[in-house]
DNA sequence: ATGCTTGCAAAACATTTGCACGCAC
DNA sequence: GTGCGTGCAAATGTTTTGCAAGCAT
């Protein structure tokens, strides 16, 4: 959906062979929104191929992760997350229902980049930016306890 | 070092009693540049409380983080990291060495904030903002490797 | 045919928790 | 004295790994 192109020619352009399990893995993270942890991609998958085994959704995410073809979201929780969407852009967690959402074509201003690698000393490669906010049906919720 | 108020009235004005195994996690947490994880943490306190136990460490970086006497970072690997210094500060991973660094006194401008506020529609309570990047020191080994 | 991938199960980690006792207040 | 905090050990949850077999190339 958000990244168009074929699944398999990605794969192959990568060094990586296509099986069924890696092909579902990448089609059920790509139709996602819900930056899943593994255990929710195995449950998915396995509605397709029952006989996967939860090893190799680990397996496949980290090559995936490693190849650039998925992102890893190690921001909250115990479990790692992961976005099928490869493109740059920022996550809102919300503390109460601990969902994570995208927040679309929020970039860093390069200034700002510029300024890390100057004051650090690092040739900086990229960065990991989640806001932590009440998302709006929390904040409903809220004032719906807050009247009683 | 980095935060000069007493622990033991820190730790009274948050509504907690001050045991000797608190303190002592306390101040291995603020003497320590290594934004460690609970092992390590666990490791230093034994060498000066050779009873305490692991579960303890894990109750007190809970409860500290809880009352904002330290910080959880929860951007890297699969365990949690700590840091004793509580200013807002943002931090550098070097995906060699995997050791994360303070980037000192870096903010993101009030604006950026802002607009993360209108685009989400959430209550923005703040972020975490991690940048990733090569060290000096594993630059430095790059180049002596690539020379060969 | 070659060797990357898989399934399975065990192992390795990281973290949490129940319970009785002890100590800070 | 009260109840928060601790030690211990077991339980829970997540992720990794060894191995033999299977399948993509």
Redesign the interface.
Known sequence: MNQPTPIEETVHRHGLRLTPQRQVILEVLRASREHPDAAWVYQQVRQRLPHISLGTVYRNLATLAEKGLIQEI????NA?HWDGDTTPH?H?L??ECRRI?D??S?T?PEA?LE???R??????????????????SC?AQHQRVDAR
Chains 1, 2 share one sequence.
Request: contains cysteine; aromatic residues 10%; negative net charge.
């Open positions: 190690t921001l909250t929780d790692t920022t809102i919300c503390p959402t927040l679309e929020f860093l700002l300024q890390a690698q004051v650090s000393g690092f040739a900086i490669q990229g960065y990991r930016l989640l806001f932590i906010g009440i998302c709006p904040a």
